[in-house]
């Protein structure tokens, strides 16, 4: 299946033209790089080969996973996102991420993991990518998210902010309520110290708040941008950060992480304040 994925994508790109003349024998380089038994070194070989003269997102993609199965993380990560680069398509984009969220995860980093998980999600809704962020989540202890990791994350965005990255650091909320429960607070702390950093000098922020699916549109909005702003209002009392710095939204229950939530676990996942980088 994922052979004729990437296959068509590959025909599709070889059908759009001369502007893709340096691409005219790709299929075959790609078949032969793609053919069962092929060893992951020889793959590497012919798909290098292949990039130099062509982008292409399958081949980029397939370069990706034979260095993961070399266990050469930089290079496969490198690989998928100049996959995600190469494509105009949010699908493309989206597995390309899924791909490195299932590497970070091999290599016990959750927080990364998620991450590429949301980012993938955020480009196309794919049922696969959305099981999955729900299994790691799950497992996840709900330990603070740093003030340094927060700075990392949110810088990220900036430089890849061109393939559509717009990463987003959650605060939780109980059912039903705006108030910042006692671990919201402590992250929302942590959110401040992570805004006032020199690392991210200069740079605006918004607090977007979410609800969970169940109540009317008008009552999770309103909801959702109290939430927002209770995250907002602790931030500028504790940290001498503008206010125009630092906006705010409600976006009640249309932007659900988990559409299809059954449990408590997965409407408490729904109910949060995004912190993203403008």
């Known amino acids: 299946m994922a052979l004729r994925f990437l296959y068509t994508a590959l025909c599709l790109l070889l059908a759009l033209g001369p502007a893709y003349a340096a691409c005219e024998r790709a299929q075959e380089h790609y078949q032969q790089a793609t053919a069962p038994g092929v060893a992951p070194a020889e793959q590497i070989r012919l ?140 992250q929302a702390h942590e959110i401040g110290l992570a805004l006032t950093d020199p690392g991210l000098h200069g740079q605006r922020f918004r607090l977007i708040g979410h609800a969970d699916s169940r109540g009317p549109h008008d009552y999770n909005d309103r909801l959702s941008y109290q939430r927002a702003l209770s995250v907002q209002q602790y931030v500028l009392q504790h940290f001498a950060l503008p206010v125009e710095r630092l906006a705010i939204a409600g976006r009640g229950k249309r932007e659900l992480l988990y559409p299809e939530a059954q449990d408590e676990t997965e409407h408490a996942l729904n109910r949060r304040v995004e912190v993203r980088i403008e």
Request: proline share 4%; net charge neutral.
């Open 47 to 186: 798909l290098e080969g292949l990039l130099q003269h062509c982008d292409s997102f399958a081949a980029s993609y397939a370069l990706g996973r034979a260095y993961a199965a070399q266990e050469n993380v930089p290079r496969s990560l490198a690989a998928l996102r100049q996959a995600a680069h190469t494509t105009t398509s949010a699908e493309e984009k989206a597995w390309a991420w899924h791909t490195m969220a299932r590497l970070h995860e091999s290599q016990h980093d959750p927080l990364e993991a998620l991450f590429s998980y949301k980012t993938a999600w955020r480009l196309a809704r794919l049922p696969q990518v959305a099981r999955d962020m729900l299994t790691l989540e799950r497992t996840m202890q709900r330990d603070l998210v740093s003030a340094q990791q927060i700075v990392t994350t949110l810088r990220k965005g900036l430089e890849l902010r061109s393939i559509g990255v717009v990463p987003a650091i959650d605060v939780r909320f109980a059912f039903d309520s705006a108030a910042l429960l006692p671990q919201g607070e402590g």
